[in-house]
Structure formats: C-alpha cells, structure tokens
C-alpha cells in the first residue's frame, strides 16, 4: 500500500485495510430492520446513523464496531461469529436478545451486519423476523427481495426455526 492509499484508509485491529469511501451496503427487510456488509469506518457509521439506525448487532469476528461510534449514539452489541457457526441457542441467543431490546422502542431501528452482508447477517436478521413473529416464508421473501444473493440454507433456517420455537415455549 502507497504513502497515499494509507492516508485514506482505516485499519482493522487485525491490520487489513479498508478505504474509507468503502460504502456500507444497507437492506431493509422491515420499516426497522436492515441487514448488510461491514461498517468498518466511523464515515460510514455515521452513514448508518443518519439512516436512521439506532443499534447495531455486529456478527463479524474480525472487528469491533464499539470503536467507531463517536457521537452517533448508536448502541453496538458485537456477537463475535465466524462463518463456521452452527447456530446453537448459545451462539445466537444474546444477539436475538439484544434485537428484542432494540425494537421495543418506538423509534428504534436495527442493522444487522457481518463483513459482505450474505451469510451470517441474512440467517441472524431471519431468526429476528421469526422471532418478531414473521411467517418463514415471509421473512425468507423479505431477505432475498432486499439481497438477492443473500445465502439461506434449507437446512440452517429449519434449525434456526427449531430453536427460535423453543426459545418462545
């Protein structure tokens, strides 16, 4: 990397680069739920914020978004996830926690992000459609209207189902 390509770029705790135009890509699912890539810079934070973001589950395992919020205000819960998850209570219930807390308020919204915004952001914001009482093949429709190649195994949200249902008893 050039002297000129790292004055514009924000670092990674763990020292990948990324430029500070990278764009944070923003899918609405429902009036206030989103999902999508990485933040990865506070300009881009505060492009989440003035979409109207109020909290933010980070799935990435490569970074910690807490050091981006500035002034935003925006309230951050990092769920370290890599892309080997397998979806236990464990591993998913404290973000669906959080996503509960966040849209009991009113004029709350919430993005849901992991590094390209595909994998783990489009399973996790369809436990939290479910867990809002959306029908699976609504929040299935939802999630692929908004990012057609938003990856969404068969067998992963049949699990995701199982444990949302027992999460609910």
């Not at 009036?31 to 934070?45: D, H, K, Q, V």
């Not at 505060?46 to 909290?55: F, L, S």
């Not at 925006?74 to 996503?99: C, M, R, T, Y």
């Amino acid at each position: 990397m050039t002297a000129d390509n790292e004055a514009s770029a924000a670092f990674f705790v763990s020292g990948t680069a990324v430029h500070r135009d990278f764009p944070t890509e923003i899918n609405w699912v429902a009036p206030r739920l989103a999902f999508g890539s990485m933040i990865g810079t506070p300009e881009n934070m505060r492009v989440v914020a003035d979409a109207g973001i109020t909290h933010v589950i980070n799935l990435q395992d490569e970074f910690d978004d807490t050091l981006l919020v500035g002034d935003t205000g925006i309230s951050v819960h990092w769920q370290k996830l890599g892309n080997d998850i397998d979806f236990s209570i464990v591993a998913i219930e404290p973000a669906l926690a959080f996503a509960r807390r966040a849209l009991e308020g009113a004029n709350n919204a919430l993005f849901v992000h992991c590094l390209a915004g595909r994998n783990r952001s489009a399973k996790i914001t369809y436990a939290v459609l479910r867990v809002m009482g959306t029908p699976d093949v609504d929040a299935r429709e939802r999630i692929k209207q908004a990012q057609p190649d938003a990856v969404l195994e068969d067998e992963v949200l049949r699990t995701l189902s199982d444990r949302i249902d027992r999460l609910r008893a």
